[in-house]
């Protein structure tokens, strides 16, 4: 039972375009997400999050856009860069009753040419 | 601050040991949690801790137990290893009551043959 779902398991962009990952979930319980990235031997590292109360959330190159009727969320990043190359991770929680457990989606691997 | 850190690094065992792996949160936060990435999936949720009590439990057996100490730091242990046990383990460390920011270690990278 996938409850974070990334459908892409990879992306390839140009450097300076825009990226776009989704991440769709099932479980109408979460109401905190976030996104994590992933360079190989390293552990996951924050990126971004946003609030089930909110649409949307920007952090300089990084906006991340929650649509709850869908039940989707987007990562956007623009302009691109070689160093955002790595492997993304959609995650979400149900604050209100399970705390900090945390669920990650698969993943999807950007590549960003330059 | 040295961050989430995790020992060993890198483990080989055969299949029906046991196994344990060290994490030490970052400097300020009490609640751990323990992940299993397998290759080409997601971190898989396998329990969390504070206070010294397992408060969260993922869909993992229990041949999966873990502990934590005074000081904050954890435990993972795993027993009657088999060879779908073969993962890079993360710990991950959070302040309770704060958004569930988690900051990771590096990994184990377990193993099993």
């Known amino acids: 039972d996938q409850q974070v779902k990334q459908n892409s398991p990879s992306l390839s962009v140009q450097e300076g375009r825009i990226s776009i990952l989704n991440c769709d979930y099932t479980?109408?319980?979460?109401?905190?997400f976030l996104w994590y990235k992933k360079y190989p031997a390293e552990g996951p590292t924050f990126l971004i999050s946003i609030s089930s109360i909110k649409d949307k959330n920007e952090d300089g190159r990084f906006t991340v856009f929650l649509n709850k009727s869908a039940k989707h969320l987007s990562l956007h990043i623009v302009p691109s860069q070689p160093g955002d190359s790595a492997v993304y991770f959609c995650a979400a929680s149900a604050m209100k009753t399970s705390y900090d457990k945390v669920i990650f989606g698969p993943g999807t691997s950007l590549s960003v040419i330059p | 601050d040295a961050g989430v850190t995790q020992s060993p690094t890198h483990l080989i065992k055969t299949r029906g040991q046991q196994v344990t792996l060290r994490c030490s949160p970052k400097?300020?936060?009490?609640?751990v949690s323990w992940y299993q990435q397998a290759l080409g999936q997601g971190p898989q949720f396998i329990f969390q801790y504070y206070e010294e009590e397992e408060r969260q439990r993922g869909n993992f057996p229990d041949r999966f137990s873990g502990h934590q100490f005074p000081n904050y730091s954890s435990e993972l242990n795993v027993n009657a290893l088999l060879l779908g046990d073969s993962a890079l383990y993360l710990c991950?460390?959070?302040?309770?009551?704060?958004?569930?920011?988690?900051?990771f270690g590096q990994g184990t990278r377990l193993t099993v043959v």
């Open positions: 400097s300020g936060h009490d609640t």
């Open positions: 479980n109408s319980m979460f109401d905190y």
């Open positions: 991950a460390s959070s302040a309770r009551g704060m958004n569930t920011e988690a900051f």
